[in-house]
């Protein structure tokens, strides 16, 4: 597979779940219904559970949004711009967003999953903020290297 066509497979993927992301996030309040049927502390905590699963929806669909936004540089081929350190900054703040919210949801109802979820995206947030730090480097040797020649 060449470098085009993972850019491209990855790009659909990353719009995917982006708008399949909106769908899920619009639905959650008959989805958590039905799933309510069958899972007794779903229908005993309905409006507590969907509004928690609803901002964690807006929250994982800024940090699909902002990779979109990256994405767009892959795609130019010009990764290296103060856009994406902003974006990464952005993902990692929405992160940990994520992780105050599924602390709150480990109050409503504990699962190993959610402690799990918390773990990945305590990860997720400090990966970003690392990768923000080297992006910005990258710029400014760029921008140093840029104004020698």
Not at 131 to 138: C, K, V, Y
């Amino acid at each position: 597979m060449n470098k085009d066509m993972v850019i491209k497979a990855t790009k659909y993927l990353v719009d995917f779940m982006f708008f399949a992301g909106i769908l899920v996030t619009l639905t959650l309040p008959w989805s958590i219904r039905w799933a309510g049927k069958y899972l007794e502390c779903l229908a005993e905590n309905y409006g507590e559970i969907v509004t928690i699963y609803f901002v964690l929806g807006i929250l994982a669909l800024a940090i699909v949004w902002e990779l979109r936004r990256m994405f767009k540089t892959v795609v130019a081929e010009n990764c290296f711009v103060r856009g994406n350190v902003a974006s990464l900054k952005h993902m990692s703040y929405y992160s940990g967003l994520i992780v105050l919210m599924s602390v709150v949801r480990t109050l409503v109802y504990t699962t190993v999953a959610m402690l799990v979820v918390i773990l990945v995206f305590v990860i997720a947030g400090l990966f970003c903020q690392v990768l923000a730090q080297i992006f910005d480097q990258a710029i400014h040797y760029k921008e140093e290297n840029d104004l020698t020649i």
